[in-house]
């Protein structure tokens, strides 16, 4: 099993900053790809940003050159940079692992409220 943990979130004015944390505990060997996906009120979960194993990152277009996603390797944490925000920007963010190409793991979800 691989447990997820974020923190991070909050309430912030558009334009401001906000950094996620996700800590990976558990079973942590085989992880090929991390990631945070975020769901807004009334819709679907989305791929915000990605990281496989090699360190190659992928980007919602909507993010892309405000949003930064890295690891820190000895931390076991997973971070998403988020600046510029904007009010779509809001919505509770999820922080993904997936194992061995085959289980997925979630986190519990962080609240992101960007206001006008």
Same mark, same amino acid.
């Given at each position: 099993?691989?447990?997820? @943990? ?17 800590? @990976? ?52 944490? @997973? ?17 993904? @692992? ?19």
């Amino acid at each position: 099993q691989v447990q997820l @943990v974020e923190s991070g979130g909050g309430l912030v004015q558009a334009g401001g900053s906000l950094r996620l944390s996700c800590v @990976v505990s558990g079973r942590i060997y085989g992880i090929n790809a991390m990631g945070w996906y975020r769901q807004a009120p009334g819709k679907q979960r989305e791929l915000v940003a990605g990281i496989t194993s090699s360190g190659r990152t992928n980007y919602a277009d909507s993010v892309k050159g405000r949003f930064t996603i890295s690891t820190d390797n000895a931390k076991n944490t @997973v971070y998403l940079q988020m600046n510029s925000l904007k009010p779509e920007d809001t919505g509770v963010y999820y922080c993904h @692992v997936q194992r061995a190409f085959t289980t997925d793991y979630w986190g519990q979800g962080t609240q992101v409220t960007v206001s006008s």
